[in-house]
């Protein structure tokens, strides 16, 4: 049996389980996620409980043509052939399969943790030693619990190198995480402020990740960070590095701007040594040293690791989706490929539904470790199980093994500049097209010619976070309590179809949009989800219905126009949602209205009452918490009215973002999440923590020029240097949505790391900055808003809220898209 092969029984037997083995199956892929099923008649689906139980998920992966299942109590579906392995903790059952796998390999295997730059520390070793290592590392940044034991069943007779990442959120992680991956050889990145949250101290964190160490035989890292804790570090050959003390085995005592590069002189056993690094960001600087000196300690010369150190390409970790020609997306992950990454790709692909038609362009796949014959087979059945419609394939190798790729439209190139000379004959339009390749085709020559062109000021989405957002209020839900996600207002500014899809794929229960315009546009972007309609035109009731939308009622007079709607067209107990006013005073109906509704609401076979809601005006502030008490107390009594009048129960929802975490007794059966999907809560102005903005606002700078004492700059003659300086240009106005409010100082943006106030009046496309005190040349970044320049503040400097800011980011703004 190969080695990545398992029998059932045999398993069975590994974790421990109990259960009857009904049929005789052999395992080669580990599965957790019914969205995301190959291999199925060989798939081991285990049933995870976190945020969603992992259980509800077991037909849907059954019905995928899964047979095999690990559960953490007995199902009593009924599913002929399939084997259910009983265990006590489902998770550790997953962790105690992969431990045993990587038991059965004799390989060296480098460990890495830290708070930044695991991964990118481990795709650079990557590079730097495929060349003479056949190596097996996590797909992208698998780190997690799952993550780990996932990257390590891939080890098979092949590898003689493992590169594997570890990451941990609190103590009493890593002790399981080193039981699977078994480093032989430790490498410690750097030690920041990541997860702090998760420990009582930064030496309870530290104390944490060099558990990873346990039994490795080498261990290295960067001597300043552990200065205080040479009692604490478990093993004994160490190789170490510093920019401060000559003690160290690497000493890097040189540092030089070299065109654009970072070029480091430092005393290795006595000898000087340089090393050039192609790039200048410290992040980049750190985490090549790491590189070097892991090198160096695993026997690499000082001119074998300096060469291959100068040739380092850039990691893209994020898969980036943009808007492309011809009415298609594109998701750009133009910088590597390899297997597992193309598997993820693809399944960020199979979740975009706003085009009929999927297309995939890859290149030929390097270093796999995997016969050609096999490996293209394998890419041929992943394209196959995720529906690609469209394939375009560049390189000799896919050319050699075309036959394998069963679709009905199909192309094969040799190389890059082939396919730019015939891209025009390929029709594209109105599809989504993945762009795959390794560095070497220069595939972004392809993303170019594919993506449309945009002004140079940018909104970045990170949906990871908003995937994180979301994941942080439901695990704040009471069980079985539903999630209405609010996307109106191009979701608070982030997107229409970009945004829903990823909600849509990861089951929110339902979307809510201000009007039916928004939810149309939702639904031919092939989102199948419930759509609630916060304020619905009269006019547009074919729209409403064409959509399958559900229109909220609030008045008596919108109840009796869609109700005279639906007799007109034959339609019978069509979903609505009854708005309550039960102190926000804008729209539903109050009090003494409650009993007429009922009467009106009594036998109506037009239309079946779907939900009853309300709006809490305050649920951020301490201040007004009686009158919260008074809000609900009103909402209760409403719908159990409505209730009684109906004779049956409808969904009851009330708690909105705030509200999810300072009122659990209004999270009844559903709750709105607005504003915290996208990284902010009222309740907590500074940031809760766990929370991540999702939104960075970019853009560049356009001119730079010296001013005297005296000159003033812009409209109006407001902006003055009164000892001169240095000004410069920014390609954002306020047509872009940076509001004038944030002139003449007002407003601040970060340049190069350092805070720049702005110069004068904000004009219709431009704004300037005074950067007299900071090094800044044309074309340089500005950052409007991120994770540190944070919307919450700039909405203080003004006197606005979050919202605002967020949502006046004009459309002429590009959105790009990122996902992990």
């Not at 493992?162 to 992680?173: K, P």
């Not at 993820?344 to 014959?373: C, K, W």
Request: with cysteine.
């Amino acid at each position: 049996m190969p080695d990545n092969h398992y029998a059932i029984t045999d398993i069975k037997q590994i974790i421990g389980a109990t259960g009857t083995v009904v049929k005789d199956y052999t395992i080669s892929t580990l599965l957790t996620d019914s969205r995301r099923i190959t291999n199925a008649a060989e798939g081991l689906f285990f049933a995870l409980s976190g945020r969603r139980n992992g259980q509800e998920f077991i037909a849907e992966a059954y019905a995928s043509g899964v047979r095999n299942f690990v559960v953490g109590q007995q199902t009593e579906m009924k599913m002929p052939e399939a084997n259910f392995l009983m265990a006590d903790d489902v998770l550790t059952a997953l962790q105690k399969l992969a431990a045993y796998h990587r038991g059965r390999f004799n390989l060296d295997v480098i460990g890495i943790t830290g708070s930044n730059g695991k991964t990118i520390v481990k795709e650079w070793l990557y590079q730097l030693m495929a060349a003479d290592k056949t190596i097996v590392r996590n797909p992208k940044s698998y780190n997690s619990q799952i993550g780990v034991p996932l990257s390590v069943w891939q080890i098979s007779e092949k590898d003689n190198l493992g590169i594997f990442e570890a990451g941990i959120s609190t103590i009493n992680e890593m002790g399981k995480l080193e039981a699977i991956i078994r480093p032989t050889i430790g490498v410690l990145t750097h030690i920041g402020s990541a997860h702090d949250e998760g420990f009582a101290g930064r030496r309870e964190k530290v104390l944490e990740k060099l558990k990873l160490f346990e039994h490795s035989k080498l261990l290295i890292h960067n001597y300043d960070q552990l200065v205080n804790y040479e009692d604490d570090i478990p093993v004994k050959n160490r190789f170490t590095w510093s920019r401060k003390f000559s003690q160290t085995d690497l000493y890097v005592f040189g540092e030089t701007v070299i065109s654009r590069n970072y070029y480091l002189r430092a005393i290795y056993k006595g000898k000087e040594i340089e090393c050039l690094v192609p790039f200048m960001d410290e992040a980049s600087v750190e985490n090549a040293i790491v590189c070097w000196a892991t090198m160096l300690a695993m026997g690499y010369s000082a001119v074998e690791a300096d060469k291959r150190i100068e040739k380092l390409n850039p990691v893209s970790m994020r898969l980036e989706l943009k808007n492309g020609i011809n009415d298609c997306s594109v998701i750009d992950d133009s910088y590597n490929s390899d297997v597992q990454s193309l598997e993820i790709a693809l399944n960020f692909l199979n979740q975009q539904n706003q085009h009929p038609v999927r297309t995939v362009i890859l290149s030929d796949i390097f270093q796999s470790g995997l016969a050609e014959d096999v490996l293209y087979r394998q890419v041929a059945d992943m394209l196959k199980t995720k529906n690609v419609d469209k394939f375009i394939g560049v390189g000799e190798a896919l050319a050699r093994h075309e036959k394998y790729f069963d679709m009905p439209k199909k192309h094969f190139y040799p190389d890059t500049n082939s396919l730019l000379l015939h891209l025009n004959e390929l029709n594209f339009d109105n599809e989504t097209i993945l762009i795959k390749g390794s560095r070497s085709f220069e595939f972004e020559r392809i993303s170019q010619a594919l993506t449309l062109k945009a002004h140079e000021t940018v909104m970045e989405i990170n949906l990871n976070a908003l995937l994180n957002n979301l994941n942080f209020y439901r695990a704040k839900l009471k069980p079985g309590v539903k999630v209405m996600a609010m996307v109106k207002a191009f979701s608070y500014g982030s997107g229409t179809f970009e945004v829903a899809n990823i909600l849509q794929y990861n089951k929110v229960d339902y979307l809510a949009v201000a009007y039916i315009d928004e939810g149309v546009a939702l639904r031919q972007a092939g989102i199948t989800l419930p759509v609630m309609v916060l304020n619905p035109e009269t006019s547009a009731f074919d729209k409403l219905i064409e959509y399958k939308l559900e229109p909220e009622i609030f008045s008596f007079n919108l109840l009796d126009e869609f109700v005279k709607y639906a007799q007109k067209h034959g339609l019978n107990n069509y979903p609505v949602h009854l708005k309550i006013d039960t102190g926000m005073h804008r729209l539903g109906f109050e009090d003494f209205e409650i009993d007429t509704l009922c009467d009106m609401l009594e036998q109506n076979r037009y239309i079946k009452v779907q939900s009853v809601f309300s709006h809490l005006v305050a649920s951020d502030a301490a201040e007004h918490d009686e009158f919260t008490s008074k809000q609900i107390k009103r909402f209760e009594t409403a719908f159990k009215k409505i209730e009684k009048t109906l004779g049956y129960k409808v969904i009851k929802h009330m708690g909105n973002t705030s509200a999810i975490t300072r009122w659990p007794n209004a999270q009844y059966d559903m709750v709105r999440l607005g504003i915290g999907l996208y990284g902010i809560d009222a309740a907590t102005p500074d940031g809760a923590a766990g929370l991540q903005p999702i939104a960075a606002l970019k853009t560049s700078v356009s001119q730079v020029r010296k001013v005297m004492a005296g000159d003033t700059i812009g409209y109006n003659r407001n902006g003055k240097l009164p000892k001169g300086g240095k000004i410069a240009t920014i390609r954002i106005g306020y047509a872009d949505g940076y509001l004038r409010a944030f002139g003449n100082g007002i407003g601040k943006m970060l340049v190069r790391g350092k805070l720049a106030s702005t110069v004068g009046n904000i004009s219709m496309d431009m704004c300037t900055l005074d950067v007299t005190n900071i090094d800044v040349q044309e074309g340089d970044e500005v950052i409007v808003f991120n994770e540190e320049l944070k919307i919450e503040q700039l909405a203080r400097e003004i006197g606005t809220i979050p919202y605002e800011i967020l949502t006046n980011v004009s459309q002429r703004v590009k959105r790009v898209y990122f996902y992990e």
